[in-house]
């Protein structure tokens, strides 16, 4: 099949990573094969290798939109509040609502299966723009003195991050219920440490 450019080239990429997404969500990172991907968008193997070298930059693509999409919908959402500690509290409810969300439920099983000891550049960078919401909300709190002036802003924001995202890995907190307050206590926590 002939390389396709402009805006067809970017419909079928558009197509490629949405049915990826689906495949990784139902089987996992380790289970989930080119094949797969070729045999759901119908494409021949090198359309799909033309738009992305491997599996693992198919995958890492589709993390990448799925954080785009995280990140627009907090656009949306961060000024139905105001106030630093609010949006601390908003920004934990949704990312509690994200990682329900079956493609994050993979990243353990892409990280064991492809035996990657420490974060490689390409997860940092995925997940750099949801610390820089919660950096953003830190300096704001400082700003309006909600927080402490002598907070280290990057240090706490990486802090929170992790915090927050793995609480999900917590296997006993599995209804919604719970893992709402789970998600609240932890904001608590930290605006505990940080309020001025």
């Not at 402009?6 to 380790?30: H, M, R």
């Not at 400082?142 to 915090?163: A, C, H, P, W």
């Not at 927050?164 to 206590?185: A, G, H, V, W």
Request: proline share 2%; glycine share 4%; hydrophobic share 35%.
């Amino acid at each position: 099949m002939a390389r396709l450019a402009g805006t067809k080239s970017e419909d079928t990429k558009k197509t490629i990573l949405e049915q990826a997404t689906k495949i990784f969500e139902q089987k996992g990172y380790s289970s989930t094969s080119m094949m797969d991907i070729r045999q759901e968008t119908q494409l021949s193997k090198g359309t799909i290798y033309y738009h992305f070298k491997d599996k693992e930059d198919l995958y890492l693509s589709c993390l990448h939109l799925s954080s785009l999409n995280l990140i627009t919908k907090w656009t949306e959402y961060e000024n139905t509040v105001s106030g630093a500690i609010n949006k601390l509290f908003l920004w934990a409810e949704l990312y509690e609502i994200e990682m329900k969300k079956p493609l994050s439920q993979t990243i353990s099983d892409y990280i064991i299966s492809t035996k990657k000891e420490f974060l490689n550049d390409s997860i940092i960078k995925l997940v750099e723009p949801e610390i820089n919401v919660v950096k953003s909300i830190l300096l704001e709190g400082k700003s309006s003195g909600e927080f402490r002036n002598d907070m280290d802003t990057d240090q706490v924001s990486l802090i929170l991050y992790n915090f927050i995202s793995t609480l999900d890995d917590i296997p006993m907190y599995r209804t919604d219920e719970n893992f709402k307050t789970l998600y609240k206590e932890a904001v608590n926590i930290i605006v505990k440490g940080i309020k001025s």
